[in-house]
């Protein structure tokens, strides 16, 4: 290819299939990021699917026509024979009645189609985990990067792991299909961006990619929305987690265990953010614990409702097994409550010595772990202001996007140098 001037101001296009603003690390990545890389004075669209990452009013939102099968308001639904129609929507429906998760395939499809006769309006393409084969044909045509946040063999691996089902094994292998095809696509990538040094390691092996292909750029966190509220009083037996989802993953079983056996011999509260799927193992999980009197599922909340929470709250717990980054951990430490979490993958990255680590899958050590700081409010005090102090130190969006700024600049060079 001919060599090509890189602009100063890059015209940047992000693939999000799925980028709910409100939960999960990818629609918090691509809502923040996007909005950096504006304020750097770069010139951003999102192509996404749904819900809308709700964007600010810098960066331009496309938002793509699916079927949104996984909305919690109708999941699942069965679509028109009309819509069944486009090609996609009728892989996407056949993909789902056979338990699979066709979503990063078919909306990669979906973005080629768009982006067809539109590639000089780009510098660089940026995927967001979609990692499809869609991906692969819009390389053909356009310098492209992608984020991989953390390998989701590890998902498959613990949901596998989680039950004696052979039925149920076979239905997690079939629901993590998809895998096979992210491996492949990002094989092809030039350049990889991840999240932490324990995210880049593992991704190269699972997915056999050698690791000087990869950038890591640690994600920020918000300031804006994550912030110490210091007139509202501590509640000294409170715990706060925010994560009520039943997957192995998040580990929430094994602080729930803690939680039984802390409350034989004190008064101890949780507070879990969120609402737990109902008739799920984690609603079963604290009928068959008699639990229910010390833990309060908050439901849907609003960003000032979340940082009273937190403020209420003598500790805050990441009990997940592994996490690629873990905003979490990040977030807490913003609102400047002490932390226990997991060494799972990239938390100790994230938390350095502002943090007590126990290991994952371990209730009896995240037991003596929250009975020790509850029991002493000076070193309480001390991990809050050491987390929050990290936070600000380290973990700014500005700086995500000035490094993710460039790594786009070296994909672009390579791909049009002669």
């Known amino acids: 290819m001919d060599s090509k001037p890189i602009n100063s101001r890059l015209k940047i296009g992000i693939i999000s299939y799925r980028s709910n603003p ?51 308001e109708n999941l699942f639904r069965t679509p028109e024979l009309s819509e069944l129609k486009s090609f996609p929507n009728l892989v996407e429906w056949l993909d789902v009645c056979t338990m699979g998760y066709p979503e990063p395939w078919t909306f990669g499809m979906r973005a080629k189609k768009y982006l067809a006769g539109r590639y000089d309006h780009y510098d660089i393409i940026h995927d967001n985990q979609s990692l499809s084969h869609g991906i692969t044909a819009i390389s053909n045509h356009v310098p492209v990067t992608a984020t991989i946040h953390h390998p989701m063999t590890v998902d498959r691996e613990l949901a596998v792991r989680s039950t004696r089902s052979y039925f149920k094994k076979l239905k997690h292998l079939r629901w993590y299909s998809f895998i096979g095809m ?9 350049q990889i961006i991840t999240v932490s040094e ?5 991704i190269a092996k699972a997915y056999r990619i050698p690791e000087n292909r990869f950038r890591t ?25 925010t994560n009520s989802a ?15 056996a802390l409350s034989r011999r004190r008064k101890v509260k949780l507070v879990v953010i969120g609402t737990p799927k109902k008739g799920g193992g984690i609603e079963k999980l604290i009928k068959t614990l008699d639990l229910s009197a010390c833990i309060r599922f908050t439901g849907r909340i609003d960003h000032q409702t979340f940082v009273e929470e937190y403020a ?32 799972g993958g990239a938390l100790p990255e994230v938390a350095g010595d502002a943090a007590m680590l126990v290991p994952p899958g371990d209730a009896p050590a995240l037991e003596a772990a929250i009975e020790e700081l509850l029991d002493d409010p000076a070193k309480r005090d ?3 202001q050491k987390g929050y102090d990290r936070v600000l130190r380290e973990f700014t969006w500005e700086n995500t996007a000035r490094e993710t700024v460039n790594a786009y600049r070296e994909v672009i060079h390579d791909y049009h140098k002669v």
Request: hydrophobic fraction near 40%; include cysteine; glycine fraction near 8%.
């Open 182 to 190: 992210q491996k492949r696509v990002a094989r092809k990538l030039p």
């Open 217 to 241: 750029i640690p994600n920020g966190i918000d300031t804006d929305l994550f912030y110490p509220v210091d007139h509202i009083k501590k509640d000294p037996d409170r715990l706060i987690v």
């Open 22 to 72: 409100h939960s999960g690390g990818q629609g918090v990545y691509v809502r923040n990021l996007s909005h950096a890389l504006c304020d750097l004075g770069h010139e951003v669209e999102v192509i996404a699917g749904p819900p809308s990452p709700l964007l600010n009013h810098h960066v331009r939102l496309t938002m793509l026509e699916t079927l949104d099968l996984y909305n919690p």
């Open 198 to 202: 324990s995210s880049k390691s593992d």
């Open 312 to 343: 209420r709250a003598s500790i805050a717990v990441v009990p997940s097994m592994y996490e690629g980054f873990g905003l979490p951990v990040g977030e807490a430490m913003a609102c400047r409550v002490p932390v226990i979490c997991t060494t």
């Open 246 to 260: 039943d997957t192995p993953l998040k580990g929430l079983y094994h602080l729930l265990h803690a939680v039984k």
């Open 382 to 384: 001390d991990l809050a």
